[in-house]
């Protein structure tokens, strides 16, 4: 039976089914989705700073102190004054006598006067009088109270001034930004250990298919075990998110259905793991236009692989209809899973990117044009620059991802690429 016949998939309001001649880019097709999911921001939850790596901010940390607090030395020398060292030089040195040591964790009990200077430490506390520090090898002791300077210092030379790191009153992190390890640590420099982070994102997982059985169970002819369920789930952390795998469900309209419209109670988005092709079984489109509003946004996209992508929205919740084939399911979570994730987790202090390197093919690779087309690449360095080699294989085979670092994205109408040519990988 004809399955355009069999599954009819409605025509959207923005005019565009699975069965157009033409498909949407992959960018377009992401961007359908980002314009009808409204602006809003997940609960909030405080914790730990500890707990917050990788976490999303939720609301402006603004400092109520200076870090550091006191001006301090850099380097090991001696705190003087910087208009005594002016001219100084080996030939012709300052002399300046030595008024005390500073002690590191404690505040000089005595003030540099004109003509005086103090042993200090790195990170020592820089005493009243002293705007700058000698460095210890341009500096010479010639008695127990006196030294020879042999270079001159300018004002705030080798110091970190109080409140030059961070002013109190000045905003440190804003709203919606992911926190690293860098940006926890400025947290502790200020005192900081406790702030709010939006909640982690919920992403149901239903898996469909008569011929998939859960990994450890044993198989019969014909019979395949669930491998996208676990690939996702760790893309899914990978992004901050909480994977919920709904589980394995057959090729059957109300059943999938019925998952479908469960994920959606308790979950943020719903993944839909294969279904989305023009086979005979392929329902995931009319599933998802049935359970909410605006449906289906785009199904099928100028990719490969992932062609089949279905992309819509079920009451202000993103569905995404996933290919079956592994290596679709990668370069699909990259270009529309994982943007979406970053903007229903609160991300808003930077735009979408990935992190990618410069590397030269190591061999020509054909494409065919009208489509982007995404290669599976893995690197090695050779004479001090990175090589991408393709790594040849079905979209079905799993090990052309375990064996590949990255992708290479080909542009439409782009006939492939040329030995020795330039590319941007972008890294798993």
């Known amino acids: 039976?004809?399955?355009?016949?069999?599954?009819?998939?409605?025509?959207?309001?923005?005019?565009?089914?699975?069965?157009?001649?033409?498909?949407?880019?992959?960018?377009?097709?992401?961007?359908?989705?980002?314009?009808?999911?409204?602006?809003?921001?997940?609960?909030?939850?405080?914790?730990?700073i500890e707990e917050c790596y990788g976490r999303i901010q939720a609301s402006d940390i603004i400092s109520t102190?200076?870090?550091p607090a006191f001006s301090r030395s850099t380097v090991d020398g001696f705190a003087v004054s910087s208009s005594d060292t002016f001219g100084a030089k080996e030939t012709s040195p300052a002399y300046s006598a030595l008024a005390g040591e500073v002690l590191m964790g404690a505040a000089p009990d005595f003030i540099i006067r004109k003509g005086e200077s103090a042993r200090i430490p790195t990170g020592g506390m820089l005493p009243e009088g002293a705007d700058s520090v000698v460095m210890l090898e341009h500096a010479q002791v010639i008695s127990n109270d006196m030294i020879e300077v042999l270079r001159p210092v300018a004002p705030n030379e080798n110091v970190i001034r109080q409140g030059e790191d961070i002013k109190k009153g000045e905003t440190v992190l804003v709203r919606g930004h992911r926190l690293r390890a860098q940006d926890i640590g400025a947290l502790a420099g200020i005192g900081v250990t406790e702030i709010d982070v939006y909640k982690k994102i919920l992403v149901a997982i239903v898996s469909t298919g008569d011929e998939v059985l859960p990994a450890g169970g044993p198989l019969l002819p014909g019979q395949?075990?669930?491998?996208?369920?676990?690939?996702?789930?760790?893309?899914?952390?990978?992004?901050?998110?909480?994977?919920?795998?709904?589980?394995?469900?057959?090729?059957?309209?109300?059943?999938?259905?019925?998952?479908?419209?469960?994920?959606?109670?308790?979950s943020d988005m719903v993944l839909i793991s294969g279904g989305t092709s023009a086979g005979t079984k392929d329902m995931a489109a009319e599933i998802i236009n049935a359970v909410g509003r605006p449906g289906v946004l785009f199904h099928g996209v100028s990719l490969k692989p992932g062609k089949p992508m279905i992309g819509g929205v079920a009451g202000a919740k993103p569905v995404?209809?996933?290919?079956?084939?592994?290596?679709?399911?990668?370069?699909?979570f990259d270009l529309f899973i994982r943007p979406l994730l970053e903007r229903l987790s609160g991300l808003r202090t930077r735009k979408y990117f990935f992190k990618t390197v410069q590397a030269r093919m190591a061999k020509s690779i054909a494409s065919a044009a009208g489509r982007e087309d995404?290669?599976?690449?893995?690197?090695?360095?050779?004479?001090?620059?990175?090589?991408?080699?393709?790594?040849?294989?079905?979209?079905?085979?799993?090990?052309?991802?375990?064996?590949?670092?990255?992708?290479?994205?080909?542009?439409?109408?782009?006939?492939?690429?040329?030995?020795?040519?330039?590319?941007?990988?972008?890294?798993?």
């Open 65 to 67: 102190e200076d870090l």
């Open 320 to 332: 995404l209809g996933l290919p079956g084939h592994p290596a679709a399911v990668a370069i699909c």
């Open 224 to 266: 395949v075990r669930d491998i996208n369920s676990y690939t996702l789930s760790g893309f899914i952390f990978d992004c901050g998110g909480i994977p919920v795998k709904k589980g394995i469900f057959k090729d059957d309209y109300a059943v999938i259905k019925q998952a479908l419209q469960g994920a959606l109670e308790d």
């Open 1 to 48: 039976m004809n399955p355009k016949t069999r599954y009819p998939l409605p025509v959207t309001h923005h005019g565009f089914s699975m069965f157009d001649k033409s498909y949407l880019l992959p960018s377009e097709a992401l961007e359908r989705i980002l314009e009808v999911i409204p602006e809003r921001f997940p609960p909030v939850e405080r914790l730990r």
């Open 374 to 428: 995404h290669i599976r690449v893995y690197l090695e360095e050779r004479d001090g620059e990175l090589l991408a080699t393709p790594v040849l294989g079905k979209s079905g085979l799993i090990t052309t991802l375990v064996k590949a670092d990255g992708v290479v994205a080909i542009p439409q109408g782009k006939l492939g690429l040329n030995a020795d040519e330039k590319v941007s990988v972008r890294l798993f």
